[in-house]
């Protein structure tokens, strides 16, 4: 049986995953356990990469329009910011979950979104900080931080 995220809107996906197991295997073991967000120290370290990232590219030329016109064209421009980092890369790297939820940095989701896990936040890191070594773009990773600490689990 696969792991499954459960919550409130899809409660019955467990169901039927159980009876499907059930009607492959006449006892399954189901473990039920609480979905960990991680520490702040990653979100943390993200809107650090996120303003460095964001420097990076606007120094590359990368601008954001600064208003539409009724037809939908763009005129103006304004600098690449870290908050535009932040929602380009938390869409590119952090994405929708199986549900099609979006995915969160925050402990709580809000506007319809899901806090990420520790383990989708951890993926989301590794692979900007991917990202960036193709780009030639420095990034810092704090000693002793939990990144670090599960990329020595994910590395042993």
């Known amino acids: 049986m696969a792991e499954l995220q459960i919550s ?3 409660i019955d996906a467990l169901f039927d995953a159980i ?4 009607s492959k295997e006449p ?8 979905m960990n967000t991680g520490k702040w120290t990653m979100s943390r370290l ?5 303003s460095i990232t964001a420097e990076f590219m606007a120094a590359n ?22 908050d535009d980092a932040h929602e380009l890369f938390t869409s590119q790297w952090l994405g929708l979950d199986a549900d099609g939820t979006r995915l969160s940095w ?7 979104m899901r806090p990420a896990t520790k383990g989708e936040r951890f993926n989301a890191l590794r ?17 002793n931080s939990e990144y670090e600490q599960l990329q020595r689990e994910q590395n042993q």
């Open 61 to 82: 030329g990368v601008t954001m329009p600064l208003m539409l016109k009724a037809d939908g064209s763009a005129y103006g421009k304004r600098a690449f910011s870290c």
């Open 8 to 10: 409130n809107y899809n």
């Open 127 to 143: 692979k900007h900080e991917n990202w960036c070594v193709d780009k030639g773009v420095r990034l810092f990773v704090p000693r």
């Open 106 to 112: 925050s402990k709580k989701g809000h506007d319809g």
């Open 19 to 22: 009876n499907e197991a059930l």
């Open 27 to 34: 006892l399954v073991l189901v473990a039920i356990q609480s």
């Open 46 to 50: 993200w809107r650090k990469w996120m």
